[in-house]
Protein backbone atom coordinates (compact mmCIF):
# COMPACT_ATOMS: atom_id res chain seq x y z
CA UNK A 1 0.00 0.00 0.00
CA UNK A 2 1.03 3.24 -0.54
CA UNK A 3 2.20 5.28 2.67
CA UNK A 4 0.25 8.56 1.04
CA UNK A 5 -3.20 6.23 0.97
CA UNK A 6 -5.63 6.78 3.33
CA UNK A 7 -6.98 3.61 5.25
CA UNK A 8 -10.60 2.91 5.45
CA UNK A 9 -11.32 -0.21 7.38
CA UNK A 10 -13.48 -3.05 5.69
CA UNK A 11 -17.33 -2.76 6.38
CA UNK A 12 -16.94 -6.50 6.70
CA UNK A 13 -15.31 -6.88 9.96
CA UNK A 14 -17.49 -7.62 12.42
CA UNK A 15 -19.93 -9.85 10.16
CA UNK A 16 -18.94 -12.76 11.60
CA UNK A 17 -18.77 -11.15 15.61
CA UNK A 18 -20.49 -14.54 17.23
CA UNK A 19 -17.68 -16.26 16.45
CA UNK A 20 -14.81 -14.08 16.99
CA UNK A 21 -15.19 -12.82 20.33
CA UNK A 22 -15.58 -13.91 24.13
CA UNK A 23 -16.55 -12.39 27.16
CA UNK A 24 -13.62 -11.39 29.67
CA UNK A 25 -14.30 -13.14 32.67
CA UNK A 26 -17.37 -10.77 34.21
CA UNK A 27 -16.79 -8.41 32.85
CA UNK A 28 -18.30 -5.97 30.04
CA UNK A 29 -15.36 -6.31 27.50
CA UNK A 30 -15.21 -8.91 24.33
CA UNK A 31 -12.05 -9.80 23.27
CA UNK A 32 -11.44 -11.18 20.51
CA UNK A 33 -10.59 -15.27 20.02
CA UNK A 34 -7.36 -13.91 18.50
CA UNK A 35 -5.57 -11.06 19.69
CA UNK A 36 -2.63 -9.64 18.02
CA UNK A 37 0.79 -9.38 19.98
CA UNK A 38 3.46 -6.76 19.24
CA UNK A 39 6.45 -8.52 20.92
CA UNK A 40 8.73 -9.35 18.09
CA UNK A 41 8.00 -8.22 14.27
CA UNK A 42 6.99 -4.36 14.83
CA UNK A 43 9.94 -3.03 16.14
CA UNK A 44 12.31 -0.14 14.46
CA UNK A 45 14.16 -2.97 12.68
CA UNK A 46 11.25 -4.41 11.30
CA UNK A 47 9.74 -3.08 7.99
CA UNK A 48 6.62 -0.37 8.71
CA UNK A 49 5.16 -1.32 5.61
CA UNK A 50 4.81 -5.03 6.61
CA UNK A 51 4.06 -3.91 10.22
CA UNK A 52 1.10 -1.81 8.72
CA UNK A 53 -0.12 -4.74 6.14
CA UNK A 54 -0.11 -7.12 9.33
CA UNK A 55 -2.09 -4.69 11.21
CA UNK A 56 -4.76 -3.50 8.42
CA UNK A 57 -5.18 -7.50 7.86
CA UNK A 58 -6.20 -8.12 11.76
CA UNK A 59 -8.29 -5.22 11.90
CA UNK A 60 -9.97 -5.77 9.15
CA UNK A 61 -11.15 -9.20 10.24
CA UNK A 62 -12.12 -8.08 13.55
CA UNK A 63 -8.86 -8.40 15.92
CA UNK A 64 -9.68 -5.60 17.78
CA UNK A 65 -6.94 -5.92 20.60
CA UNK A 66 -3.34 -5.37 20.25
CA UNK A 67 -0.98 -5.98 23.04
CA UNK A 68 1.94 -4.27 23.81
CA UNK A 69 4.87 -3.88 26.74
CA UNK A 70 7.08 -0.85 27.30
CA UNK A 71 10.56 -3.15 26.43
CA UNK A 72 8.50 -4.55 23.11
CA UNK A 73 10.77 -4.22 20.19
CA UNK A 74 13.85 -4.15 19.78
CA UNK A 75 14.72 -2.23 20.11
CA UNK A 76 13.14 -1.09 23.73
CA UNK A 77 10.25 1.18 23.30
CA UNK A 78 9.84 0.78 18.97
CA UNK A 79 6.96 -1.34 19.44
CA UNK A 80 5.03 1.06 20.89
CA UNK A 81 6.98 3.85 18.54
CA UNK A 82 5.18 1.59 15.53
CA UNK A 83 2.27 1.14 17.02
CA UNK A 84 2.05 5.00 17.40
CA UNK A 85 2.72 5.82 14.09
CA UNK A 86 -0.13 3.41 13.19
CA UNK A 87 -2.26 5.15 15.02
CA UNK A 88 -1.15 8.65 13.17
CA UNK A 89 -1.63 7.34 10.22
CA UNK A 90 -4.27 4.90 10.33
CA UNK A 91 -6.21 3.82 13.39
CA UNK A 92 -6.85 7.25 14.54
CA UNK A 93 -10.80 7.55 13.55
CA UNK A 94 -11.18 3.64 14.93
CA UNK A 95 -9.86 4.62 18.43
CA UNK A 96 -13.22 3.71 19.96
CA UNK A 97 -13.08 0.50 18.28
CA UNK A 98 -9.67 -1.15 19.83
CA UNK A 99 -8.76 -2.42 22.69
CA UNK A 100 -5.04 -1.59 23.41
CA UNK A 101 -3.00 -2.84 26.27
CA UNK A 102 0.95 -2.42 27.31
CA UNK A 103 2.86 -3.49 30.21
CA UNK A 104 5.38 -2.78 32.37
CA UNK A 105 7.99 -5.02 35.26
CA UNK A 106 10.62 -5.97 32.62
CA UNK A 107 13.71 -3.61 32.48
CA UNK A 108 13.35 -1.20 30.25
CA UNK A 109 16.02 1.93 31.35
CA UNK A 110 19.19 1.53 33.19
CA UNK A 111 19.29 2.54 37.28
CA UNK A 112 17.17 1.59 39.95
CA UNK A 113 13.94 2.73 38.68
CA UNK A 114 13.78 0.99 35.40
CA UNK A 115 12.19 -2.26 36.15
CA UNK A 116 10.26 -4.27 38.78
CA UNK A 117 6.88 -3.27 40.35
CA UNK A 118 7.47 -0.27 42.32
CA UNK A 119 4.69 2.64 42.17
CA UNK A 120 7.52 5.15 40.44
CA UNK A 121 8.50 2.66 37.95
CA UNK A 122 5.06 1.93 36.71
CA UNK A 123 3.84 5.23 36.65
CA UNK A 124 6.74 6.72 34.63
CA UNK A 125 6.78 3.76 32.06
CA UNK A 126 2.68 4.24 31.43
CA UNK A 127 3.63 7.61 30.99
CA UNK A 128 6.19 7.30 28.31
CA UNK A 129 4.04 4.33 26.63
CA UNK A 130 1.42 6.93 26.45
CA UNK A 131 2.99 9.32 24.76
CA UNK A 132 5.22 6.70 22.49
CA UNK A 133 1.49 5.17 21.45
CA UNK A 134 -0.14 8.38 20.82
CA UNK A 135 -2.50 7.67 23.30
CA UNK A 136 -4.46 9.40 26.03
CA UNK A 137 -5.40 6.56 27.90
CA UNK A 138 -4.30 2.56 27.15
CA UNK A 139 -7.85 0.15 27.41
CA UNK A 140 -5.71 -2.07 29.58
CA UNK A 141 -2.28 -1.91 31.66
CA UNK A 142 -0.79 -4.53 33.31
CA UNK A 143 1.75 -5.78 35.84
CA UNK A 144 4.46 -7.52 33.59
CA UNK A 145 5.78 -9.83 36.00
CA UNK A 146 5.74 -10.33 39.89
CA UNK A 147 8.11 -8.49 41.91
CA UNK A 148 9.07 -10.76 45.33
CA UNK A 149 10.40 -7.30 46.89
CA UNK A 150 7.94 -5.02 46.73
CA UNK A 151 4.76 -4.94 48.74
CA UNK A 152 2.13 -6.17 46.70
CA UNK A 153 0.27 -3.39 48.03
CA UNK A 154 2.69 -0.94 46.54
CA UNK A 155 2.32 -2.29 42.74
CA UNK A 156 -1.97 -2.41 43.15
CA UNK A 157 -2.30 0.15 44.63
CA UNK A 158 -0.11 2.05 41.75
CA UNK A 159 -2.73 0.43 38.87
CA UNK A 160 -5.84 1.54 41.29
CA UNK A 161 -4.28 5.22 40.77
CA UNK A 162 -3.67 4.73 37.34
CA UNK A 163 -7.15 3.85 36.40
CA UNK A 164 -8.62 6.79 38.59
CA UNK A 165 -6.39 8.98 36.73
CA UNK A 166 -7.72 8.12 33.68
CA UNK A 167 -4.83 7.00 32.14
CA UNK A 168 -6.04 2.92 32.20
CA UNK A 169 -9.56 1.48 32.21
CA UNK A 170 -8.79 -1.77 32.86
CA UNK A 171 -5.42 -3.55 34.65
CA UNK A 172 -4.16 -6.98 34.65
CA UNK A 173 -1.29 -9.16 35.64
CA UNK A 174 0.77 -11.33 33.75
CA UNK A 175 3.17 -14.23 35.39
CA UNK A 176 2.11 -13.44 38.72
CA UNK A 177 1.77 -17.18 41.07
CA UNK A 178 -1.60 -18.32 42.21
CA UNK A 179 -1.32 -16.52 46.02
CA UNK A 180 -0.16 -13.27 44.72
CA UNK A 181 -3.30 -13.84 42.10
CA UNK A 182 -5.44 -14.27 45.08
CA UNK A 183 -4.27 -11.31 46.90
CA UNK A 184 -4.57 -8.90 43.76
CA UNK A 185 -8.12 -9.87 43.55
CA UNK A 186 -9.41 -9.17 46.78
CA UNK A 187 -7.30 -6.36 46.70
CA UNK A 188 -8.06 -4.43 43.56
CA UNK A 189 -12.07 -5.80 43.86
CA UNK A 190 -12.07 -4.01 47.34
CA UNK A 191 -11.15 -0.57 45.89
CA UNK A 192 -13.31 -1.13 42.87
CA UNK A 193 -11.05 -1.53 40.13
CA UNK A 194 -11.48 -5.11 39.14
CA UNK A 195 -8.77 -7.27 37.99
CA UNK A 196 -10.03 -7.65 34.24
CA UNK A 197 -7.53 -10.62 33.12
CA UNK A 198 -4.40 -12.66 33.87
CA UNK A 199 -2.01 -12.89 31.11
CA UNK A 200 0.06 -16.70 31.44
CA UNK A 201 2.15 -19.03 29.02
CA UNK A 202 -0.33 -21.61 28.31
CA UNK A 203 0.54 -23.88 25.26
CA UNK A 204 0.11 -27.74 24.39
CA UNK A 205 4.14 -27.72 25.71
CA UNK A 206 3.31 -25.86 28.40
CA UNK A 207 0.20 -26.31 30.83
CA UNK A 208 1.66 -24.73 34.28
CA UNK A 209 -1.45 -22.20 34.58
CA UNK A 210 -3.87 -25.41 34.38
CA UNK A 211 -1.69 -27.17 36.77
CA UNK A 212 -0.94 -24.41 39.13
CA UNK A 213 -4.60 -23.60 39.72
CA UNK A 214 -4.43 -20.34 38.22
CA UNK A 215 -6.40 -21.08 35.13
CA UNK A 216 -9.57 -22.67 37.17
CA UNK A 217 -9.16 -19.27 39.91
CA UNK A 218 -9.69 -16.93 37.28
CA UNK A 219 -12.60 -18.72 35.43
CA UNK A 220 -14.51 -19.62 38.78
CA UNK A 221 -13.70 -15.51 40.04
CA UNK A 222 -14.90 -13.94 36.95
CA UNK A 223 -11.29 -13.25 35.71
CA UNK A 224 -10.52 -13.61 31.70
CA UNK A 225 -7.21 -15.46 30.65
CA UNK A 226 -5.21 -14.28 28.16
CA UNK A 227 -2.71 -17.09 26.80
CA UNK A 228 1.11 -15.50 25.43
CA UNK A 229 3.38 -17.85 23.51
CA UNK A 230 0.59 -20.07 22.76
CA UNK A 231 2.70 -21.60 19.75
CA UNK A 232 5.86 -22.06 21.99
CA UNK A 233 7.36 -19.14 20.06
CA UNK A 234 7.07 -21.33 16.90
CA UNK A 235 7.73 -25.08 18.00
CA UNK A 236 4.30 -26.10 17.94
CA UNK A 237 4.23 -24.96 14.07
CA UNK A 238 5.95 -27.19 11.00
CA UNK A 239 9.35 -24.58 11.63
CA UNK A 240 11.22 -27.41 13.15
CA UNK A 241 9.97 -30.78 12.34
CA UNK A 242 12.90 -31.41 10.37
CA UNK A 243 15.79 -29.03 11.36
CA UNK A 244 15.98 -25.17 11.92
CA UNK A 245 15.38 -23.14 9.41
CA UNK A 246 17.22 -20.41 8.35
CA UNK A 247 15.95 -16.92 8.99
CA UNK A 248 13.74 -18.63 12.19
CA UNK A 249 14.05 -17.34 15.45
CA UNK A 250 15.63 -20.56 17.23
CA UNK A 251 18.17 -20.11 14.68
CA UNK A 252 18.72 -16.53 15.29
CA UNK A 253 19.56 -18.01 19.19
CA UNK A 254 17.59 -14.72 20.49
CA UNK A 255 14.82 -15.69 22.71
CA UNK A 256 14.30 -19.30 21.60
CA UNK A 257 17.67 -20.98 22.34
CA UNK A 258 18.19 -24.37 19.82
CA UNK A 259 19.02 -26.43 22.50
CA UNK A 260 15.31 -26.08 23.30
CA UNK A 261 14.92 -28.67 20.46
CA UNK A 262 15.68 -31.71 21.80
CA UNK A 263 15.50 -35.22 19.80
CA UNK A 264 13.01 -36.42 22.21
CA UNK A 265 10.58 -32.88 21.62
CA UNK A 266 10.98 -33.26 18.23
CA UNK A 267 9.38 -36.53 18.08
CA UNK A 268 6.81 -35.09 20.28
CA UNK A 269 6.01 -32.42 17.97
CA UNK A 270 6.12 -34.45 15.12
CA UNK A 271 2.94 -36.83 16.92
CA UNK A 272 1.58 -33.62 17.21
CA UNK A 273 1.52 -32.93 13.64
CA UNK A 274 0.37 -36.20 12.82
CA UNK A 275 -2.70 -35.24 15.19
CA UNK A 276 -2.91 -32.18 13.37
CA UNK A 277 -3.42 -33.95 10.35
CA UNK A 278 -5.72 -36.23 11.45
CA UNK A 279 -8.10 -33.07 11.85
CA UNK A 280 -7.15 -32.13 8.86
CA UNK A 281 -5.22 -28.74 10.18
CA UNK A 282 -1.97 -27.54 10.34
CA UNK A 283 0.22 -28.03 13.97
CA UNK A 284 -0.36 -23.86 14.51
CA UNK A 285 -4.26 -24.27 13.92
CA UNK A 286 -5.01 -27.22 16.22
CA UNK A 287 -2.26 -25.87 19.31
CA UNK A 288 -4.11 -22.46 19.08
CA UNK A 289 -7.46 -24.31 19.27
CA UNK A 290 -6.59 -26.29 21.87
CA UNK A 291 -5.82 -23.49 23.71
CA UNK A 292 -9.26 -21.75 23.02
CA UNK A 293 -11.21 -24.67 23.69
CA UNK A 294 -9.50 -24.54 27.72
CA UNK A 295 -12.09 -23.55 30.21
CA UNK A 296 -11.85 -20.04 31.27
CA UNK A 297 -9.91 -19.27 28.15
CA UNK A 298 -10.62 -15.40 26.51
CA UNK A 299 -8.04 -15.11 23.89
CA UNK A 300 -4.73 -16.17 22.59
CA UNK A 301 -2.23 -13.66 21.75
CA UNK A 302 -0.64 -14.64 18.43
CA UNK A 303 2.69 -13.11 16.79
CA UNK A 304 2.93 -12.56 12.83
CA UNK A 305 5.53 -11.81 10.72
CA UNK A 306 3.49 -11.76 7.60
CA UNK A 307 -0.17 -11.82 6.68
CA UNK A 308 0.09 -15.00 5.27
CA UNK A 309 0.80 -16.11 8.67
CA UNK A 310 -1.61 -14.20 10.69
CA UNK A 311 -4.73 -15.95 8.09
CA UNK A 312 -3.34 -19.07 8.92
CA UNK A 313 -3.38 -18.43 12.20
CA UNK A 314 -7.04 -17.39 12.77
CA UNK A 315 -8.53 -20.17 11.24
CA UNK A 316 -8.32 -21.89 14.27
CA UNK A 317 -11.39 -20.11 15.66
CA UNK A 318 -12.87 -22.23 13.41
CA UNK A 319 -11.17 -25.11 14.13
CA UNK A 320 -12.95 -28.46 14.60
CA UNK A 321 -13.99 -29.22 18.37
CA UNK A 322 -11.94 -31.64 20.81
CA UNK A 323 -13.10 -34.77 22.25
Known amino acids: MN ?13 DADNLYLRCGKSGVLLPKVSLGFWHN ?24 FDLANNYGPP ?6 TFGRLMHDDFAPYRDELFISSKAG ?7 YGEWGSRKYLMASLDQSLRRMNLDYVDLFYSHRYDPNTPLEETLQALVDIVRAGKALYVGISSWPLEALKFADKYLRERDVPLLIYQGRLNLLDKAPQQEGI ?23 DKYLKDIPAG ?22 IKLNAEAAERGESLAEMSLA ?5 RGITSVLVGASSVAQLECNMRCIYSKPFK
Open 3 to 15: LKERYVAADSRYD
Open 42 to 65: FGSVDPYERSRDITHYAFDHGITH
Open 76 to 81: YGTAEE
Open 106 to 112: YDMWPGP
Open 215 to 237: LDYCADNGIGFISFSPLAQGLLT
Open 248 to 269: SRMSRETSLPSERLTPELREHL
Open 290 to 294: WVLAQ
